[in-house]
């Protein structure tokens, strides 16, 4: 079985502030690890994703997510968020049979 | 990637009815999933919608309630009957692209159901 824990229902952060966004995961076989962002009232959109390779994964609109197979880790980070970030963020999960394990969201909410 | 539509994007039913949902995608995809994400909470897989056969349904989900249909390998219905309150969700559909390497899914934009 796969589970994703993401620790924080909620992150409020200012403006041009850096922001980190957890997740924690478990699974018995390997996995790859994705982070998706839903705008209000929108579909989900993919940040960024962890195949293989470089375990530091830049993904679109500044964000980049590190994952650290030994504390089971994913976490999302931004160096300076603007108000337009302000979404919820979902990490997700799949093993070979592509069907998601998604986490219970994170709401980011970005202030002035 | 896959760019994914659904019909309709919203709708209002009253309850004991049953609605279809559609979901195209603009090139030919393995995979298919439908999700159920309900009001405040995270997406939950309903089922795999297989081609040409059956879907494959998680736990919780059964095909009386959710019948699933895939005439091909671009197309996809989800059917909510005998709908109930406690259907009112946003159901998405989504979809397997890029080639046997990979495991992203792209999400169609769902459908909103307020059931009364």
């Known amino acids: 079985a796969q589970s994703v824990t993401q620790l924080d229902s909620q992150v409020p952060v200012f403006e041009e502030a850096p922001v980190e966004l957890r997740c924690n995961y478990s699974?018995?076989?390997?996995?790859?690890l994705f982070w998706y962002v839903q705008y209000p009232n929108q579909g989900l959109q993919l940040l960024l994703k962890?195949?293989?390779?470089?375990?530091l994964v830049k993904g679109i609109n500044g964000f980049e997510a590190e994952f650290n197979k030994s504390q089971t880790s994913f976490h999302l980070r931004k160096p300076s968020v603007h108000i337009s970030d302000t979404a919820e963020y979902f990490c997700?999960?799949?093993?070979?049979?592509?069907?998601?394990?998604f986490g219970t969201g994170t709401r980011l909410q970005v202030t002035l | 990637s896959a760019v994914i539509s659904q019909k309709p994007s919203r709708d209002i039913c009253q309850r004991g009815t049953s609605l279809t949902i559609q979901c195209q995608v603009d090139?030919?995809?393995?995979?298919m999933f439908w999700y159920r994400q309900q009001p405040g909470q995270s997406l939950t897989l309903i089922a795999t919608?297989?081609?040409?056969?059956?879907?494959?349904?998680e736990s919780g989900f059964v095909i009386d309630k959710f019948p699933i249909s895939r005439p091909n390998l671009t197309f996809s219905t989800l059917t909510v009957s005998n709908m109930s309150p406690e259907d009112s969700s946003i159901y998405l559909c989504?979809?397997?692209?890029?080639?046997?390497?990979?495991?992203?899914?792209?999400f169609g934009p769902g459908t909103r159901l307020t059931v009364l």
């Open positions: 699974s018995s076989v390997s996995v790859y």
């Open positions: 919608a297989n081609q040409g056969s059956e879907a494959t349904y």
């Open positions: 090139s030919q995809v393995t995979m």
């Open positions: 997700a999960i799949t093993g070979t049979a592509s069907k998601l394990t």
């Open positions: 989504s979809v397997v692209a890029g080639g046997p390497s990979y495991n992203e899914q792209f």
């Open positions: 962890y195949l293989s390779g470089s375990t």
